[in-house]
Antibody, heavy 123, light 106 residues
Framework: QVQLVQSGTEVKKPGASVRVSCKASGYSFSDNDIHWLRQAPGQGPECVGWSHSDSGTMNYARKFEGRVTVTRDMFTNTAYMEFTGLTSDDTAVYYC????????????????WGQGTLVIVSS | DIQMTQSPSSLSASVGDRVTITCRTSQRISRYLNWYQQKPGQAPRVLVSAASTLESGVPSRFSGRGSETDFTLTISSLQPEDFATYYCQQSFISPWTFGQGTRVEI
């Protein structure tokens, strides 16, 4: 079955960076896009960044541009998200999610999710 | 970015009740609207895609309707396992945005 397994909880100081990993199994990694989302306490998820499985093109939500980098390692079937310049507002659960299909621009459906990685930013 | 407005933000209901959640978008999105269910400590799970297509394994008591800017998710007869938070998500254009959630509680 499809599984996305993320790295563990991170505690960071303001100004630091964090890297979260997401290892995929149970399907062909190149057949689906992977998106990164985050969810602050009591709020809905929001899209952070995404990469297309075929071209490797990376895109970011405008509010995070310049602070986040998403990458994929096609040999280890692992996706990564790096977030820099952390502030307390970045405290959230970060998820990787598989998109149904590849190079999807319209009709994005998140059909499998990682278990989430809690990132706490505190001095 | 497309703004998503869900109502109500929370509701109290009993087992067997019919429950309807509304999602309104700030732009017309045809039928590019998905619904997710999230339980505490878990990731969201997709219930309905393309406004009204029930995902595999989702009970038939869930149904979705709507188009363009107004959408609904209905649970025809609430079951104990349905107490959760529900989110709508537009899949029309990036960034793909979510509503703020509707918490369904006893």
């Amino acid at each position: 079955q499809v599984q996305l397994v993320q790295s563990g909880t991170e505690v960071k100081k303001p100004g630091a960076s964090v890297r979260v990993s997401c290892k995929a199994s149970g399907y062909s990694f190149s057949d689906n896009d992977i998106h990164w989302l985050r969810q602050a306490p009591g709020q809905g998820p929001e899209c952070v960044g995404w990469s297309h499985s075929d071209s490797g093109t990376m895109n970011y939500a405008r509010k995070f541009e310049g602070r986040v980098t998403v990458t994929r390692d096609m040999f280890t079937n692992t996706a990564y998200m790096e977030f820099t310049g952390l502030t307390s507002d970045d405290t959230a659960v970060y998820y990787c999610a598989r998109v149904r299909g590849k190079a999807v621009i319209r009709g994005v459906v998140y059909d499998s999710w990682g278990q989430g990685t809690l990132v706490i930013v505190s001095s | 970015d497309i703004q998503m407005t869900q109502s109500p933000s929370s509701l109290s209901a009993s087992v067997g009740d019919r429950v309807t959640i509304t999602c309104r978008t700030s732009q017309r999105i045809s039928r590019y609207l998905n619904w997710y269910q999230q339980k505490p400590g878990q990731a969201p799970r997709v219930l309905v895609s393309a406004a009204s297509t029930l995902e595999s394994g989702v009970p038939s008591r869930f149904s979705g309707r709507g188009s363009e800017t107004d959408f609904t998710l209905t649970i025809s007869s609430l079951q104990p396992e349905d107490f959760a938070t529900y989110y709508c998500q537009q899949s029309f254009i990036s960034p793909w945005t979510f509503g703020q959630g509707t918490r369904v509680e006893i």
